[in-house]
């Protein structure tokens, strides 16, 4: 039977409560879901909602790129949640809103690649419209398949570039959507075998469920704009990214 993870949804910010979330899932043939913290808070509130479906969920713990001015206030919380989740992040860098100071984010951001590198566990990367710098902190600690270029958004010359790195690319809801034209042309450049998908829930649904919340059971339809794009059938992708998440994630 076909199998799906998403490998990224913050199931701590969508309105309806994480079991019926889970439950419309597994409908869906989603049976693993990553969820990550943000900060501090939501970084042990991912960790108990993973306590609770230790077979469903896998937590991550860190500092997004907007909160990056608060990282010497998180630090000790953030490395001891880390601790006890099964990745790092959602960490990076956020050129497109800049609500904290860039020095900040690529501070916040090299110590949470150095942190990863320590516990040896992945990290999951956020990167909008800061490919350049994001390029660079990776390419100096050479962490390869533990790195998930979450809602990967680049175009071919950036996937290239990144690929051979040797990390992991994840696609959201950009990809299915009509002007997500850009987003296609740079997966048709992600290696199949380290690819996967994620709905980034609340945000980014995929149409044609637009204007609903996005959930994890929405999933699959970012597999199905993944195999037009690389020309294979949908459970090809399923199998795939699944495997993928599962080799990351140690699932």
């Known amino acids: 039977m076909v199998s ?3 490998s990224h949804c913050h199931l701590h910010m969508a309105s309806e409560p994480p079991e019926v979330l889970l439950d419309r899932a ?5 049976d693993l879901v990553v969820c990550p913290g943000t900060d501090a808070d939501s970084s042990r509130r991912a ?3 993973a306590a609770a479906h230790p077979d469903r969920v896998v937590a991550a713990a860190g500092l997004h790129p907007h909160d990056s001015a608060k990282w010497s206030a998180e630090v000790d919380a953030i490395h001891e949640a880390a601790k006890t989740a099964d990745a790092v992040g959602e960490c990076g860098l956020d050129y497109y809103r800049d609500l904290s100071p860039r020095d900040a984010q690529r501070v916040a951001f090299r110590a949470q690649l150095e942190l990863a590198a320590d516990l040896g566990k992945p990290v999951i990367v956020h990167c909008r419209d800061a490919f ?4 660079e902190d990776l390419a100096n600690i050479e962490l390869g398949d533990r790195v998930v270029l979450h ?3 680049g175009g071919p010359k950036w996937t290239k570039r ?7 690319f994840s696609f959201a809801g950009p990809v299915t959507f009509p002007n997500g034209g850009t987003v296609r042309l740079g997966a048709e450049q992600a290696p199949p075998e380290r690819t996967m998908v994620e709905t980034d829930t609340p945000y980014l649904t995929p149409p044609p469920h637009r204007g609903l919340e996005n959930e994890p059971r929405f999933v699959p339809l970012v597999g199905v704009a993944l ?3 690389w020309g294979i059938d949908v459970d090809e992708v399923a ?3 699944t495997a993928t998440a599962r080799k990351v994630f140690g699932r």
Do not use: P, Q
């Not at 597994?26 to 989603?30: G, I, L």
């Not at 350049?132 to 390029?135: L, M, N």
């Not at 990144?162 to 992991?168: I, N, P, S, T």
């Open 4 to 6: 799906w993870v998403d």
């Open 26 to 30: 597994k409908a869906a043939n989603v």
């Open 47 to 49: 960790i108990d909602i």
């Open 132 to 135: 350049a710098d994001v390029y």
């Open 151 to 153: 809602c990967w958004t």
């Open 162 to 168: 990144f690929r051979e790195l040797g990390v992991v």
């Open 227 to 229: 195999g037009e794009v």
């Open 239 to 241: 199998a795939l990214t």
